[in-house]
């Protein structure tokens, strides 16, 4: 049965006083902010109102996030990491000790100079229509998890010019969004306006099942039972074929996109997902390692034997590895066959799986014209 593996950043199985202190104010240590669910999970909410049992837990507070980070399927396996933040999360500026590693590989491998300053955006937005050099239309209406840029110095006319916006409507843009406008010269400057290089960096974990009632697996019940229960709780399963549509419908054009503006595409995964991307897909991710960024990016991280650690401290994701190569054969590396074969089957099952399915189950009816 699954269990939760990490609870508000901490371990279930080895619990401490300081991981009881950081439980009471709901806080999660990788976004050095009280813990918002993974940005997602709002339905999923505890009313502490309803739950006065809970409540001694969590003074002064009336709603909390459920707090999951990871689940465990099977003791002694590597868990599966369920939030977004806690692979990364870029949120308040308020940067994590925890993901030190994480993003100094990011700048890395983006070649970010580290005497310079970048850029962070969250859940950029992008809904735009273009057309094909048939005039054919096209939308794009995707939104993408972090976006990091280069920042110079450009005059509020150029600006206006490169946006195609009146001077007017982007001053007010700038002015509203705390980007910083000074005049001189008898003319208005951006000083912080952003620029190359454009890193764009995606965050896939996996998804919970929908979860039981009765068994009470589902994810905020899972919450609640381990606040109060510890390992006496049962847990929601894991979703691997949402995520995997997920990053399927995604994973190209993204890459794409960073492509045809002269940046770069990172998706960021846990490693166990990278093994089941490799087992279900005719993509081998293993024959694409290495060193530096290429049309797609997969950047995988994990736990490693940390998972054994006794200390009760936060367990920093390390032993990065880089999946890195062209979109389709004959891109800017032609030694594999590319990252569109993530979209193909890895090996279709033998015919005889469909008859034995089809005999163990009742048919609906006969088929009428």
């Known amino acids: 049965m699954s269990k939760i593996f990490e609870l508000y950043g901490y371990r279930l199985n080895h619990w401490s006083e300081e991981a009881e202190n950081n439980l009471r104010c709901a806080w999660c240590p990788f976004m050095n902010a009280e813990c918002d669910g993974g940005g997602n999970r709002y339905q999923s909410a505890i009313d502490l109102s309803k739950h006065p049992e809970l409540r001694e837990k969590f003074p002064n507070k009336d709603i909390i996030q459920v707090g999951i980070c990871s689940l465990q399927t099977r003791e002694n396996e590597q868990p599966w990491i369920v939030c977004p933040r806690r692979l990364l999360s870029l949120k308040g500026g308020n940067l994590s000790s925890y993901q030190t590693h994480l993003r100094k590989q990011l ?16 859940e950029v937005k992008i809904k735009a229509e273009s057309t094909t050099e048939d005039d054919e239309a096209k939308s794009f209406d995707y939104t993408f998890d972090y976006v990091l840029s280069g920042i110079r110095r450009i005059r509020l006319q150029e600006a206006s010019e490169l946006l195609e916006m009146p001077e007017s409507v982007v001053q007010k843009l700038v002015q509203k969004s705390g980007f910083t406008l000074s005049y001189r010269d008898s003319e208005y400057w951006i000083d912080n306006f952003p620029s190359d290089p454009l ?40 979703n691997y074929r949402q995520v995997w549509a997920r990053m399927v419908s ?23 997902l990278a093994d089941y991307i490799s087992k279900s897909t005719a993509l081998i991710l293993p024959k694409y390692l290495a060193e530096s960024l290429n049309e797609v990016n997969i950047l995988a991280y994990g736990y490693g034997e940390k998972i054994n650690q006794s200390d009760g401290k936060i367990i920093e994701l390390d032993n990065a590895k880089l999946y890195s190569g062209p979109i389709t054969e004959g891109g800017s590396s032609s030694s594999h066959d590319g990252f569109v074969d993530i979209v193909k089957i890895g090996a279709p099952p033998p015919k005889k799986q469909i008859w034995k399915s089809l005999i163990s189950k009742a048919p609906i009816g006969y088929w009428e014209i």
């Open 199 to 238: 890193i764009i960096i995606e965050v896939m974990t996996s998804s919970t099942s929908g979860g039981d009632k009765k068994k009470r697996t589902q994810i905020a019940m899972a919450c609640e039972d381990a606040i109060l229960n510890g390992a006496k709780h049962n847990g929601p399963g894991i």
């Open 107 to 122: 700048s890395l491998y983006s070649q970010l100079d580290e005497t310079k300053k970048y850029l962070a955006w969250g």
């Open 250 to 272: 995604q994973l190209i054009v993204k890459s794409q996109v960073g492509i045809a503006w002269g940046g770069k595409t990172i998706w960021l995964v846990q490693d166990v």
